[in-house]
């Protein structure tokens, strides 16, 4: 490779993970990870239950600490970020939504950018419309939590998540805790994200997202990226036994 | 016949002092509703140095009489140079005890809500101290809403206790309306009413407030 294409490539670079290794107490969950994402890059992550999906994102936005290894955003550290503004540039959504109960949408919505990024609360009510719009749920700006199905709900929570203006946006299975008929609707707004150009990592299930969104398909288990590739590579040539065990117990 | 119209003659004088007992328990439960806060939180804290102390306080504070509490403050703390008023003594001794209890409240409550909401308001960038007062407080005050009214009618109680250093409050205002009257059974049942009254008429505000905030 000439060094022009090298240089390219790495400008490409939003994410890089080294030889990450975490610990909880004396089980050892991250076993080395090693991974690099392009900007506007969708990866999609599979693997057994307990291989370590979810400690691998809550790592990129330190809501887990790591014992060994290094974790950059755009070249630099995380470590070296402020640990508050580290978060505003990755943004996550959780398999439970977490939307704050006791605010209503609007309010979920534009806390965070009022309070930590000083944002004016016109700007961010503003904002806040724009972004309820593109997740489909303008109607629902003045309801509470509880008032929305989970569909909704996810849909808040990323929008939430949006308000922040992430460079990285973190899925930790955003659709297993929905109904079947609801998941369609949260995964179409995650497509939607990523062909308007968001760098994504998401953990999930759904094989068909998979296929139509993801530029590359990482998959973990026992604490390291077993296998990784271009959906259709993994999908119908996986190279490892593991692999194939695992897409063949997820397909049937 | 007697006792009856002594206790109706003082009435009034034992509805001041029971005016008396109402500030004197808001007080000390608003001054253990911020220490409460803060050591309930503390109690949480991973860090030991925040951690020990807060525990410690709320040991020591649930493992000794309440009447000895008020009796070091009034009586003992003039020994080592600190004099204090038999009012702002109580309050003190009452603050300080009502906060150990309702940092107990207050951690629990904390403790209820889910830990997926913490993360959730600190994956957005807020800090600690943000997630507590915009996301965590919040939710856990609606929560412990019962359980604050329960301190608040437990100290309303246990205010009496500040007659033995001469805050005229209700039951020091009784035993003043005795020592004239001679009248023991028919004024100290009426001191037991007025008390009744107050903690039941608090118990009924603060299931209302319940119902309300379960309603937003
Ligand atoms: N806070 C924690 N404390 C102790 N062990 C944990 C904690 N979080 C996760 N683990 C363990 O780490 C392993 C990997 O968990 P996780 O990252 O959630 O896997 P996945 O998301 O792939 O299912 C599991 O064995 C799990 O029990
Ligand atoms: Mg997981």
Same mark, same amino acid.
């Given at each position: 490779?000439?060094?022009?294409?090298?240089?390219?490539?790495?400008?490409?670079?939003?994410?890089?993970?080294?030889?990450?290794?975490?610990?909880?107490?004396?089980?050892?969950?991250?076993?080395?990870?090693?991974?690099?994402?392009?900007?506007?890059?969708?990866?999609?992550?599979?693997?057994?239950?307990?291989?370590?999906?979810?400690?691998?994102?809550?790592?990129?936005?330190?809501?887990?600490?790591?014992?060994?290894?290094?974790?950059?955003?755009?070249?630099?550290?995380?470590?070296?970020?402020?640990?508050?503004?580290?978060?505003?540039?990755?943004?996550?959504?959780?398999?439970?939504?977490?939307?704050?109960?006791? =605010?209503?949408?609007?309010?979920?919505?534009?806390?965070?950018?009022?309070?930590?990024?000083?944002?004016?609360?016109?700007?961010?009510?503003?904002?806040?419309?724009?972004?309820?719009?593109?997740?489909?749920?303008?109607?629902?700006?003045?309801? &509470?939590?509880?008032?929305?199905?989970?569909?909704?709900?996810?849909?808040?929570?990323?929008?939430?998540?949006?308000? =922040?203006?992430?460079?990285?946006?973190? &899925?930790?299975?955003?659709?297993?805790?929905?109904?079947?008929?609801?998941?369609?609707?949260?995964?179409?707004?995650?497509?939607?994200?990523?062909?308007?150009?968001?760098?994504?990592?998401?953990?999930?299930?759904? =094989?068909?997202?998979?296929?139509?969104?993801?530029?590359?398909?990482? &998959?973990?288990?026992?604490?390291?990226?077993?296998?990784?590739?271009?959906?259709?590579?993994?999908?119908?040539?996986?190279?490892?036994?593991?692999?194939?065990? &695992?897409?063949?117990?997820?397909?049937? | 016949?007697?006792?009856?119209?002594?206790?109706?003659?003082?009435?009034?004088?034992?509805?001041?002092?029971?005016?008396?007992?109402?500030?004197?328990?808001?007080?000390?439960?608003?001054?253990?509703?911020?220490?409460?806060?803060?050591?309930?939180?503390?109690?949480?804290?991973?860090?030991?140095?925040?951690?020990?102390?807060?525990?410690?306080?709320?040991?020591?504070?649930?493992?000794?009489?309440?009447?000895?509490?008020?009796?070091?403050?009034?009586?003992?703390?003039?020994?080592?140079?600190?004099?204090?008023?038999?009012?702002?003594?109580?309050?003190?001794?009452?603050?300080?005890?009502?906060?150990?209890?309702?940092?107990?409240?207050?951690?629990?409550?904390?403790?209820?809500?889910?830990?997926?909401?913490?993360?959730?308001? @600190?994956?957005?960038?807020?800090?600690?101290?943000?997630?507590? @007062?915009?996301?965590?407080?919040?939710?856990?005050?609606?929560?412990?809403?019962?359980?604050?009214?329960?301190?608040?009618?437990?100290?309303?109680?246990?205010?009496?206790?500040?007659?033995?250093?001469?805050?005229?409050?209700?039951?020091?205002?009784?035993?003043?309306?005795?020592?004239?009257?001679?009248?023991?059974?028919?004024?100290?049942?009426?001191?037991?009413?007025?008390?009744?009254?107050?903690?039941?008429?608090?118990? @009924?505000?603060?299931?209302?407030?319940?119902? @309300?905030?379960?309603?937003?």
């Amino acid at each position: 490779m000439n060094q022009q294409a090298t240089n390219s490539a790495a400008s490409q670079e939003i994410l890089r993970i080294e030889n990450l290794h975490k610990r909880f107490g004396n089980l050892e969950v991250l076993k080395g990870v090693n991974l690099s994402v392009r900007r506007a890059e969708t990866i999609v992550i599979i693997g057994p239950s307990g291989g370590g999906k979810s400690t691998l994102l809550r790592c990129i936005n330190r809501l887990e600490e790591y014992q060994g290894g290094k974790i950059f955003l755009d070249g630099v550290d995380i470590q070296q970020i402020d640990v508050n503004k580290l978060r505003t540039r990755v943004g996550m959504v959780f398999q439970q939504f977490n939307l704050f109960p006791h =605010m209503n949408v609007l309010q979920n919505l534009i806390l965070a950018p009022i309070k930590v990024k000083n944002m004016s609360k016109e700007q961010a009510i503003e904002k806040a419309h724009l972004l309820l719009q593109r997740v489909g749920l303008l109607d629902k700006i003045y309801a &509470f939590p509880e008032q929305l199905s989970g569909g909704q709900k996810q849909r808040v929570a990323i929008a939430r998540a949006l308000m =922040m203006d992430p460079e990285v946006m973190l &899925f930790d299975e955003p659709t297993s805790a929905l109904d079947p008929e609801l998941v369609g609707e949260v995964l179409d707004v995650m497509k939607n994200l990523a062909e308007s150009g968001m760098t994504m990592l998401v953990v999930t299930h759904e =094989m068909g997202f998979a296929r139509d969104a993801a530029d590359r398909i990482v &998959f973990i288990s026992n604490g390291v990226v077993e296998e990784e590739g271009p959906p259709e590579q993994i999908l119908k040539q996986p190279q490892k036994q593991r692999t194939k065990e &695992f897409l063949r117990r997820i397909l049937e | 016949m007697e006792a009856f119209y002594e206790l109706l003659k003082n009435f009034n004088f034992l509805l001041i002092g029971a005016w008396e007992t109402l500030k004197l328990t808001s007080f000390s439960v608003g001054i253990g509703l911020i220490l409460g806060t803060f050591i309930g939180m503390g109690r949480l804290s991973r860090y030991r140095i925040i951690n020990y102390p807060c525990t410690a306080y709320v040991e020591f504070l649930r493992g000794t009489p309440l009447l000895v509490q008020i009796s070091i403050i009034y009586f003992g703390l003039p020994q080592v140079g600190i004099q204090l008023a038999p009012y702002p003594a109580a309050v003190t001794a009452l603050g300080l005890n009502s906060g150990a209890y309702i940092a107990e409240i207050v951690r629990a409550g904390i403790q209820s809500i889910p830990r997926g909401q913490y993360e959730a308001a @600190r994956s957005l960038g807020l800090t600690h101290w943000q997630s507590m @007062r915009y996301i965590i407080l919040p939710q856990a005050f609606r929560n412990i809403l019962p359980a604050l009214g329960n301190e608040f009618i437990t100290l309303t109680k246990d205010s009496s206790l500040a007659s033995v250093i001469g805050v005229s409050e209700l039951m020091r205002s009784g035993q003043f309306v005795i020592s004239r009257t001679f009248q023991t059974f028919s004024i100290y049942f009426g001191i037991a009413f007025i008390y009744f009254i107050m903690t039941l008429v608090i118990s @009924r505000i603060v299931r209302y407030a319940e119902r @309300r905030l379960s309603v937003g």
